[in-house]
T-cell receptor, first 111, second 113 residues
Framework: QKEVEQNSGPLSVPEGAIASLNCTYS??????FFWYRQYSGKSPELIMF????GDKEDGRFTAQLNKASQYVSLLIRDSQPSDSATYLC???????????FGAGTTVTVRA | GAGVSQSPSNKVTEKGKDVELRCDPI?????LYWYRQSLGQGLEFLIYFQGNSAPDKSGLPSDRFSAERTGGSVSTLTIQRTQQEDSAVYLC???????????FGPGTRLTVL
């Protein structure tokens, strides 16, 4: 079982729609969770981090965390073509300093 | 302020040559990480430095890979006797302390011919 699993996609959504990205993790003691966006040929860029159960909103982005289900998600509202990228879920280890990254979900927003 | 910088941005080398990649973290960040990303693949952890502690080298794929961090700031990743399978983008990240958000540099694209 991979430490962090994401649907690879591609996830295709029309402009203005909501894109929903899911991530599950295996380390039950993890306390920190991150979403990164990576454009093709570029390095990962932090979008959001979340530490507590529930929702965290930042502009058009909402991160949702459910530690009991070991599940974290990212919603992108009013999707724009500029949101087309690969989104990486990263989970902090419960016993050291490493982040485990998922393989990423590729999102394509259709104009 | 300035972000994480890496050099060179691209490196093409011949099989068997040694290469040195450089990372300059965000000023004041004590934690520094190296990752490797092969085409279409996820991030592979290589090595971690935190302050003056001994680095965690558990992700280095072979003894041809080594890294150092001088003065708690700049880091260099050295690959000796490069192989074609070493071709990848090498990413450096830093964070204010461990267990916190990591900020990535632009990466070095290494091509071994």
């Amino acid at each position: 079982q991979k430490e962090v699993e994401q649907n690879s996609g591609p996830l295709s959504v029309p402009e203005g729609a909501i894109a929903s990205l899911n991530c599950t993790y295996s380390d039950r003691g993890s306390q920190s969770f991150f979403w990164y966006r990576q454009y093709s040929g570029k390095s990962p860029e932090l979008i959001m981090f979340i530490y507590s159960n529930g929702d965290k909103e930042d502009g058009r982005f909402t991160a949702q965390l459910n530690k009991a289900s070991q599940y974290v998600s990212l919603l992108i509202r009013d999707s724009q073509p500029s949101d087309s990228a690969t989104y990486l879920c990263a989970v902090g280890s419960s016993n050291d300093y490493k982040l485990s990254f998922g393989a990423g979900t590729t999102v394509t927003v259709r104009a | 302020g300035a972000g994480v910088s890496q050099s060179p941005s691209n490196k093409v080398t011949e099989k068997g040559k040694d290469v040195e990649l450089r990372c300059d973290p965000i000023s004041g960040h004590t934690a520094l990480y190296w990752y490797r990303q092969s085409l279409g693949q996820g991030l592979e952890f290589l090595i971690y430095f935190q302050g003056n502690s001994a680095p965690d080298k558990s992700g280095l794929p072979s003894d041809r890979f080594s890294a150092e961090r001088t003065g708690g700031s700049v880091s260099t990743l050295t690959i000796q006797r490069t192989q074609q399978e070493d071709s990848a983008v090498y990413l450096c990240a830093s964070s204010p302390r461990d267990r916190e958000v990591q900020f990535f540099g632009p990466g070095t694209r290494l091509t071994v011919l």
